[in-house]
């Protein structure tokens, strides 16, 4: 009876390492897609005086397509985890293996350097005190991702509550920050994905915050999370210089949290 059991337990961690992989997968795959149907949006549908074409192919085809792909990615999520519960224990919630962990530091670097980076040129979201709090929670922001998993994994469970918040926070200032250099802006095609990306990108931080704190749903949790992926890495193509490297830290960031919370469902 007993080696039943287990047969059977083991054969459900299988499983869920396997759909966590899929969807994981399929989320980069419709992400990468997207950034590149961005990016061509944001290449032909202006003007020679910065108005967008009213009615183009490219911004019609890159929303259905990312409102398509964030349904799907969803729908995916919630059939894999539907019936399945998050551990109470946020260390066995939130445990990483080694490519995930290896994930999430190189997720780091690249949310560091683009943070940097973009800093650098003092411009736009970098220029003021608020671009100084941008960096410096940028940086920490980059620490806290690339040490989370040795906290998860030494089973320090109010360390991890701490550094959960801080991603959230940083999500939520950055869109502030978004808005802010572009709210003079007419032309909502130039940047509204990436805020609505960035937001959902917040909500899924809440989400690992509120795993953290034991008092998240499986459902929301993988749904936020996955979708928030997708449309980060679909984002990192309508940003620009820094700002797209940091993007694809954080996309790379989600996806294996995602990864991180499929996998460890009960």
């Not at 299988?14 to 949006?41: C, P, Y």
């Not at 944001?42 to 967008?52: C, K, M, R």
């Not at 940047?191 to 034991?214: I, Q, S, T």
């Amino acid at each position: 009876m007993t080696v039943r059991v287990t047969e059977i337990y083991l054969t459900g961690v299988l499983d869920m390492r396997k759909k966590s992989v899929a969807l994981v997968l399929a989320a980069a795959v419709l992400g990468a897609a997207g950034a590149f149907l961005r990016r061509r949006q944001l290449d032909n549908i202006f003007e020679e005086y910065g108005l967008a074409v009213k009615g183009a192919p490219e911004t019609t085809a890159a929303v259905v397509f990312a409102a398509a792909a964030a349904v799907l990615l969803a729908v995916f999520a919630i059939l894999i985890v539907r019936g399945r519960s998050i551990k109470e224990d946020v260390c066995g919630a939130l445990t990483q293996t080694g490519p995930s962990m290896a994930a999430h530091i190189v997720a780091a670097l690249a949310v560091c350097a683009g943070v940097l980076f973009t800093f650098g040129g003092r411009e736009g979201i970098s220029a003021g005190v608020p671009g100084i709090l941008f960096m410096l929670g940028g940086v920490l922001t980059a620490f806290v991702l690339a040490v989370q998993g040795f906290s998860v994994n030494k089973g320090s469970a109010s360390a991890v509550r701490i550094f959960a918040a801080i991603p959230t926070l940083f999500m939520c200032w950055l869109l502030i920050l978004l808005y802010k250099a572009d709210a003079s802006n007419p032309v909502l095609a130039g940047f509204a994905f990436e805020c609505v990306a960035v937001g959902f990108a917040a909500l899924a931080y809440f989400e690992r915050l509120a795993v953290a704190f034991g008092r998240a749903k499986p459902v929301p949790a993988a749904a936020l999370s996955v979708v928030a992926a997708f449309l980060m890495t679909a984002a990192a193509g309508g940003f620009d210089s820094g700002m797209r490297v940091a993007a694809a830290g954080f996309a790379l960031d989600l996806l294996a949290g995602t990864a991180d919370i499929v996998r460890n469902m009960e």
